[in-house]
């Protein structure tokens, strides 16, 4: 049996692979918008938000489907998860992209 064929494997792979395609889609728009010459900000925030959230769901998801292979240096992917794990971080921390959204998107009062 092929091991995809287990959605044990399957679904957190398919959430994934959701997960970068809404990512793409608001990064797109946030493009659209700044090319258009409109207010892109809320747009980016929410595609950088999205994106490293989407990038870290992918490479954790994928370590989990290789068990402790999945953290073996041959395979790459716990190399890859230090790297899109800082993009939570940086340039933009998480926490100050929703702290953008709650004051301009929701109008909520300044935090900080
Ligand atoms: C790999 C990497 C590369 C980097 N490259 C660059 C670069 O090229 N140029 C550059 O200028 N900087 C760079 N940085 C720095 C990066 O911009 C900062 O790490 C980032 O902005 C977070 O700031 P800080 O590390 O000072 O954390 P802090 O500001 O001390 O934050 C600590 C924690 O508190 C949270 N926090 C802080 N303020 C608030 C708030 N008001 N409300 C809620 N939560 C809050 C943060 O989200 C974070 O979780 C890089 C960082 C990394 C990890």
Do not use: C
Not at 5 to 28: D, F, M, N, T, Y
Not at 57 to 86: F, P
């Amino acid at each position: 049996v092929p091991i995809g064929a287990h959605q044990g494997v399957a679904h957190p792979l398919a959430k994934a692979a959701i997960s970068v395609e809404l990512a793409r889609l608001v990064s797109q728009k946030a493009a659209w918008l700044y090319d258009a010459g409109l207010d892109a900000g809320e747009a980016a925030n929410m595609a950088k938000y999205a994106a490293a959230e989407a990038a870290i769901e992918a490479v954790d998801s994928a370590i989990q489907a290789h068990g402790g292979n999945g953290m073996a240096t041959e395979y790459g992917l716990a190399t890859l998860w230090g790297a899109v794990r800082a993009i939570r971080i940086a340039p933009i921390s998480r926490e100050m992209i929703l702290n953008f959204v709650a004051q301009h998107s929701l109008g909520l009062p300044k935090s900080y």
